[in-house]
């Protein structure tokens, strides 16, 4: 358990240093957790409509942060090229998210084209019913995103690196809450970057 913990930790302290430096996309996370926590209670009441939100704003919004906002030159800060973190992240990179958000862009067309989505669910003859069934189909590839990650790392790594991912990933919203809440004033100050002088999991300065 000890183990896990800290591999939690280490993961959301990687993930914070190296790819959340620019307050505005740290303003963007913000906004991005509290949707996503938002979609959590929207999951026992209309799931689709959490699939929705997770998406159209959740996804949106942190996504928007990494590729317009997050500086990809030479880190100084932590001495690696865009390049190396790129190729030791643990997640999804930009090249993975890539992919990732394709298949997101093709659901709404797929549902679209193929209202039964090729025999997989009941067609819709409703907006509304259309509308359900992205959501939904949405829903299931944010879970299938996990799933298949968190598998990949079971075997490329160890099991306790890929169940310490996917506990991460489900944690995100209230960690980026936790970090990032003061990240809006400090950018209405001026600072457009993070000193990053927080300390690491490991309680001393990385």
Known sequence: MHDLIAKIRT???????YYHQ????????????????????????????????GWLVGMVTRQSGHIFFEPRGFDKINNATYSSKESIK??????????????WLAVPVLILVSPGLFGLIDPSSTFQGYVHDVGLSWLALGAAGLLFRSLHLFFLRSPVWGLAWAIKILLDPFHNVATYWRSPFALLSGQRYDP??????TGTHA
């Open 90 to 103: 643990v997640g999804y990179n930009m090249q993975r998210k890539a992919v990732l958000i394709g298949v």
């Open 11 to 17: 993961l959301q302290w990687d993930d914070h240093r």
């Open 196 to 201: 990053l002088d927080e300390r690491g999991p």
């Open 22 to 53: 620019c307050r505005i996309n740290q303003t963007l996370h913000l906004i991005s957790a509290i949707s996503f926590l938002v979609a959590y209670l929207l999951l026992f009441i209309d799931p689709a409509m959490a699939g929705i939100v």
